[in-house]
C-alpha cells in the first residue's frame, strides 16, 4: 500500500526528498505521517499531514523539514533540509484513517496495529559529518 523512496547518502547540510506512494487506501478522511528509527534509538514520528491538509512537525524537525502531498499522484513527500548526522536512520511512512484531533506524531492512532493502519517498508537515510 505504501512505498518509500528518495533515501540515500548525503553530507550534513544537505538535503534529501523522500517520497511515499500510496495505493489501494480504503478511507478518503487519512493522517498520513513519517517516522524515523535511528541505530540504538527509539521509534520517531516526524511529520504528519492529513488529507485537509493540516501538518504537524516533532520539535527536532520544525523549520528544516517539510511535508507535503500530490492528490493527483496520491504521493506525499518529505523535504529535508540541513539534515544533520543524527537524522541518519530509516525514515518509514505511515497512513491511518483520521480522527479528530489526532493527527500528530505522537498520536496513539500509530500504535494501533489493524487493518486501517499501513506502513511502508522503508528508505535509508545517511548523513555523513
Known amino acids: 500500500h505504501l512505498v518509500e523512496s528518495g533515501g540515500g547518502s548525503v553530507q550534513s547540510g544537505g538535503s534529501l526528498r523522500l517520497s511515499c506512494a500510496a495505493s489501494g487506501l480504503t478511507y478518503s478522511s487519512y493522517c498520513m505521517g513519517w517516522f524515523r528509527q535511528g541505530t540504538g534509538k527509539e521509534h520517531e514520528g516526524l511529520a504528519t499531514i492529513d488529507s485537509n491538509g493540516r501538518v504537524n512537525y516533532a520539535d527536532s524537525v520544525k523549520g528544516r523539514f517539510t511535508i507535503s502531498q500530490d492528490n493527483a499522484k496520491n504521493t506525499m513527500y518529505l523535504q529535508m533540509n540541513s539534515l544533520k548526522p543524527e537524522d541518519s536512520g530509516w525514515f518509514y511512512c505511515?497512513?491511518?484513517?483520521?480522527?479528530?484531533?489526532?493527527?500528530?506524531?505522537?498520536?496513539?492512532?500509530?500504535?494501533?496495529?489493524?487493518?486501517?493502519?499501513?506502513w511502508g517498508p522503508g528508505t535509508q537515510v545517511t548523513v555523513s559529518s
Open positions: 505511515a497512513s491511518a484513517p483520521l480522527r479528530p484531533g489526532q493527527c500528530t506524531v505522537v498520536s496513539e492512532i500509530w500504535d494501533d496495529d489493524g487493518d486501517d493502519n499501513h
